[in-house]
């Protein structure tokens, strides 16, 4: 991966990103040695203190080791530890944009599942629809029921890329934001609608039917995003009535 010119706003960090991602992708594998700082910083086209701040910043997130006289060398656990930062800003994704994400995708994936999905691999995705009507009043054990159905629709796809996809998607959907949203909107005709989606999903996957699949899944996942626009048109409007009204040219009496 070519290193690239870096804009001024904020310098240390895209060097440090930079890094990360030739860490992330194998290109910086484990123990290698990373250029020196003078190097880095003719090669980005910057000065040498942001070189410097970036290297700090990814050895205080246990990314390189700073070993004096010797240079800085990627830590063995380094590529792991980036996935995971990875994940924490995934969280900031906004939930609109990710249920259209998984709209796109998880309508493919329930095609496949339709075409491959053993006997078995049904009979587990029964299990988890089973569980999710069980538990659906809790959203500890309803979230975790709900996630699996959807990993098991993926495996069932026979693409191991895909339950990859469909586990880092739901990753990013289990932000404190995603949760304070999601149970505000939560209600009981939701849940049941919900949950017979899951067993319609299911249905056209028994019968093989991929097109019945993945319209069902697109249809699951636009009444899930209609929903969350319609709880959070509510949420903000109630937030506005309860702002105090300031006339134009009047001061708000201090309490």
Known sequence: MPLTLLEPRRIYQQIAEQIAAMIASGELEPNARLPSERDLAQRLGVSRPPVREALIA????????????????????????????????????????????????????????????TPEQMEAMQETVDAIRQDDHRYDLRHPADRLFHVRLAEASGNSVLVMVTNMLWDMRDGT??????????????????????????????????????????????????????????????SEQQMPVVTPGKRRARA
């Open 58 to 117: 990814l050895e205080v997130e246990g990314l390189v080791d700073v070993r004096m006289g010797s240079g800085v060398y990627v830590r063995r656990e380094a590529a792991s530890r980036v996935m995971s930062r990875r994940a924490r800003k995934a969280s900031e994704i906004g939930p609109f944009e990710l249920v259209k994400a998984r709209r796109l995708v998880e309508a493919t994936i329930a095609a496949e599942a339709a075409r491959n999905a």
């Open 177 to 238: 934001l995603h949760r304070r949203i999601e149970e505000h909107f939560s209600t009981r005709e939701l849940r049941d609608r919900s949950n017979q989606d899951h067993e319609d999903i299911l249905d056209a996957v028994r019968k093989r039917d991929s097109q019945a699949a993945a319209n069902l899944m697109r249809r699951h996942l636009t009444q899930f995003e209609r929903e969350l626009s319609r709880a959070w048109s509510t949420i903000t409007a109630a």
